[in-house]
């Protein structure tokens, strides 16, 4: 009797709380991603444990997953940043784009100490992407354009802009599809000087931990993606600000009847957004890539974003630990195709069925519903 | 000259097919009132089964069905989402682009000894060209119409999606419970079925969609095969205001663009240009037509709205 009572209240408690239909999907992804492995012929148990150990028993594997989670994060908090006004940012893609754009730019051409350097990129790239979202935003306000169709549009226009940038004389590196590297003043990858030097190679040599977790390129961007996220509730929490985003996005007539200006607070939720994206992208380049490559297919860090966003609820801290999630199924995933032969993109089909199942809160909602009150039957008799 | 200017067109209208055939999908689903962001999903899984099936059959036709049955196959478990448990119907379609390419890759390695992309069909396998050899070669009217049969289903599909939403019974059903669902449904049309139905021969057109890339225009699946196509076919259907006529000519002028870039970037072009501004151009331009002509108003009424059968 006791743990019937004790299953109910977490039923309930499930369905109140914020991010119950996130673990209830993530679950749920889990389980549909072992059926799937295990209808191919692989033992999903094993599969899972490769992945498990391959996230987290050695330091650097820890920091790829840290590094992998750094720009979604961002494209997360933009994509949840737009969603409380009541828009829908597909363009994060785009903007990301933008953002690595100016920041390759701004950290080759300009040549600064590290201290006034590393903030001027990280600024132009959010200034940059900033504006980028902004249009959308303008489009939305102004002219009555789905922001969905303008940010499909101007992801498409930044990749062939940024095709066009990589190959301009003076930016691009000789014989390549790629720009030059930018200023070491412009990295922000964790003493990145001092791991190559002798003393420094000599001391990592002794100490096993660092000298693992430093051979990748661990940097500050992970630090920073925090910073902005704590940023983005307190903005939305706490200032007047957010407050009329929200209105904004809770109801549009509302909102323009209590005073607020609707097509400002559009037009800013989208330069908020687009400057998260443009974060994501200026960090990518000042700490993992130092350059941008001429794109043949969009990269997905403004769609992985968008699955951030959901599995977190679209909440700050909801967003990093799925940001998290993600990097780790991810960089995880990707060690079962040598070890196992298992194919590595099973974990798109638990992302996918992740967010299948936070589109439908119903059925979670109805399916606990209904076990609920078959329990209550049974008591009564 | 005229060479040149059949070569544009020859390739304009290959490059538009798999658009057209996805923006169709896009048509039905959204006159009956459901966003289907995921097309794009829809048209990989059908690009991969088709040359999969293709491959290992070597019946071009019996790929192509099976393709538009694989696309058709995820669109329902966008229909469930959507229409049977009220889903928030873009993170449906968010997350049927997840899946689709999830699913083409996982299925890619496991047909082809873990290999992302399918073995090539043969020649002789791969889409038939209908009128192969009987104009002469290379000359205008052979640049222009010897095109894969996939190229003439689709301009076909165009007039009968047309004539079964403005002159059938059903079409009127399916623009009633676009419109008005509740209406609709107080009229004894069922607004489930009629979505359910719209939706899955949505995935079933864009599942075609990817199998015309697969079969025809290149003869085997890659990962990056169908980048974005679903994402642009979508944005046709709305340049075209979710009519099939307007979706083939906003696809066309995509079409246009990609065969232009093809044809300056042949050795003999006539003059250099950019291809990545040049490729730029029709996304600008939709903006900017976007900006001007296409009122807020034209989307169905109810389009994207979740509705509840028995509602009041």
Redesign the interface.
Known sequence: MKSKAFFEKIATYITKWTFGFSIISIILGFIIGAATLALAGFNPIEAYGIMARGVLTRPSYVAWTIIGSTPIILTALSVAFAFKTGLFNIGAEGQFMIGAITAAMVGYFVELPAIIHIPLVLISAIVAAGLWGGIAGVLKAKFGVHEVISTIMLNWIALYLNNYIVLLEGLRRATSQRTHEIQRSASIVILEQWKRSPEGREWLRGHDFFGDALRTPLNWGFIIAIIFAVIVWYILNKTTLGYELKAVGYNRHAAEYGGINVSKSMFTSMVIAGGLAGAAGGLHVMGISKSIASLAAMEGYGFNGIAVALIGGNASIGIVFAGLLFSALQYGGSKIQPALGAPSEVINIMIGTIVFFIAMPKLIKYSLQNFKKKRGAKNVR | MLDSLGFIIGTTLMYSTPLIYAALGGVMSENSGVVN?GLEGMMTIGALIGATVGFYSGNPWLAFLAAGMAGGGLAL?HAV??VS????Q???G??????????A??LS??FFE?ATMTKAIPLDNKMPRPIHGLLPRNSFLDLVFNQYATVYIAFLLVGVVWFLLYRTKLGLRIRAVGEHPRAADTLGVSVYKIRYLCVVLSGVLAGFGGASMSLAIVSNFRP?LI??HG??A??AM?FGKWKPQGAMWACLLFGVSNGLVVYLGRSDAPFEI?M??L??LP??L??IV???F???SSAPAANGVPYEEGER
């Open positions: 962001i478990l989402a959507s448990y009220g889903a928030d873009v993170v449906s968010i997350a049927i682009n997840f899946l689709g390419p999830g699913l890759l996982f390695r496991i873990g990056t980048s974005g994402f642009i979508l944005a709305i950019s990545q501004l490729s730029m996304y600008v939709t903006l976007l900006m001007g296409v009122g807020r």
